[in-house]
């Protein structure tokens, strides 16, 4: 197909040149978004009496066709078009006439290529945010049916003091909302509109840029039409935001990794959600989990790439930004899967209810609590912090938890303890008496406050 740009050329452009140059290859992707912007353009031209009222529907008529045609399979984008935005206009003009070559009135496939980005990356950020959404009916679910599952919570990898499973996958869903809210602080900071400022300077023919925003959802059209062809900080601030998203995720799948092996056994995951070994018979694999773990470094690298590519580019638009592309689709579409298996994989997996609870209590995570009963009793919590270390030591030696420990030990270190001293060190008592905000003890109004920021999500 012939080029948009060939009148200014007496030769033919290098065939490896051509090759190098075009991005039919993957902004194919903008497809549907180049089809959308192409129709609002075009209605504007017409409210304008830039195009006739005639030519504006013959070319809604054709752009309606192949877009049918793409999707039926009738009509096959064609790779040896330069870009999506010369196959569009090409097939177009091929098929309605002269009316084809006005569709490019008024724009510049600097600022048409600006759109759609815009538009794909907006939906993509709705796309997301529906995914996490599901995630976090997903932890929410684990939450509520978990409030008196007991487990360990950890510093350092070290059993520090006990908690329930449902306030430590609280802890993801605080993580997850985050995410989501950042979700919808991007798109409204990305909603403007950047057709209309033409290659970079508008153009001479009377927009109306504002309709055109409108007609495509956007709040408003773009203040400065430099700046409108020759940013991509919207997608920079999405690759953040996917990063963070991959972080949290892999923070999570750590922990499922740890908790699915032999020494914790604390989760079992589903036979759909894990893998075996080609030589080892017993082995159930967390690879899925390890798989979102890895993956988390190849979002990252695209974030750090377009950085890399944006932070030297004198305004307005270079060649340079043709690179945006490649590495934010791999990046949208790893997070994306990353979300939605962790969703089933979390929604499939069994927690040892049992195990977690014989976790907790065989590794001193009471110690904090029973010198709390010493200070409730007098005693400064320096020295109780002393006494209570003394006897850990004691029950190393035993090899026995605190609980177990004979009264006659306790009483070796202080004539303060008394037989209540093992209701206060309890599971139950240790998680029930921490009753500040966002405490495991506070879980009924920690899952109100979960509950009401879904249904507000969802509304």
Not at 162 to 169: F, G, Q, R
Request: proline share 2%; glycine share 6%.
């Amino acid at each position: 197909m012939a080029k948009l740009w060939g009148g200014r050329f007496t030769k033919e452009t290098d065939r490896l040149v051509y090759s190098f140059n075009q991005s039919i290859g993957f902004d194919r992707r903008f497809f549907k978004q180049d089809v959308r912007g192409s129709r609002a353009h075009v209605k504007m031209l017409a409210k304008r009496r830039i195009l006739t009222e005639e030519e504006r529907d013959q070319i809604l008529d054709g752009l309606k066709g192949i877009e049918r045609d793409v999707d039926s399979g009738a009509l096959v984008i064609d790779d040896t078009c330069e870009d999506i935005h010369s196959f569009v206009e090409a097939v177009l003009t091929e098929r309605i006439g002269e009316a084809g070559k006005k569709l490019h009135t008024g724009r510049s496939r600097n600022d048409q290529v600006a759109l759609d980005m815009r538009l794909y990356i907006r939906d993509e950020v709705d796309e997301t945010a529906e995914l996490l959404l599901e995630l976090l009916e997903t932890v929410f679910h684990i939450m509520e049916d978990n409030v008196r599952t007991y487990m360990p919570g950890f510093t350092h990898l070290q059993k520090a003091q006990p908690v329930t499973l449902a306030h430590h996958m609280g802890a993801y869903f605080e993580m997850f909302k985050r995410d989501w809210e950042r979700m919808l602080s991007i798109r409204s900071r990305m909603n403007v509109c950047p057709l209309g400022s033409g290659a970079l300077a508008g153009t001479t023919y009377p927009l109306d840029r504002e309709y055109t925003a409108k007609l495509l959802g956007f709040d408003r059209a773009c203040d400065n039409s430099m700046d409108g062809v020759s940013d991509r900080d919207y997608v920079i601030e999405f690759l953040s935001a996917l990063s963070t998203v991959m972080m949290h995720l892999s923070r999570l799948s750590e922990e499922i990794i740890i908790w699915n092996s032999n020494e914790y056994r604390f989760l079992e995951l589903d036979d759909t959600y894990a893998t075996g070994s080609s030589i080892m018979p017993q082995k159930k694999n967390p690879d899925i989990a390890e798989l979102i773990r890895g993956k988390t470094g190849r979002v990252y690298g695209a974030l750090y790439a377009l950085l890399t590519v944006m932070k030297g580019i004198p305004l307005a638009y270079n060649k340079d930004m043709q690179e945006d592309k490649e590495m934010t689709f791999d990046a949208i579409d790893t997070t994306k899967g990353c979300i939605h298996l962790m969703s089933g994989m979390l929604a499939t997996g069994r927690f040892n209810e049992n195990r977690m609870a014989e976790s907790a209590r065989g590794g001193f995570t009471n110690a904090t609590d029973a010198a709390d009963y010493l200070v409730r009793k007098g005693v400064p919590f320096r020295d109780a912090h002393s006494i209570i270390g003394r006897l850990v030591l004691t029950c190393i030696e035993k090899d026995i938890p605190m609980d177990e420990l004979p009264l006659e030990d306790w009483k070796k270190e202080s004539d303060v303890f008394e037989e209540d001293i093992y209701e206060a060190i309890s599971l139950e008592t240790c998680v029930r008496k921490r009753m500040t905000k966002g405490a495991p003890g506070a879980m009924s109004e920690e899952l109100a406050a979960c509950r009401a920021f879904l249904d507000k999500a969802r509304a």
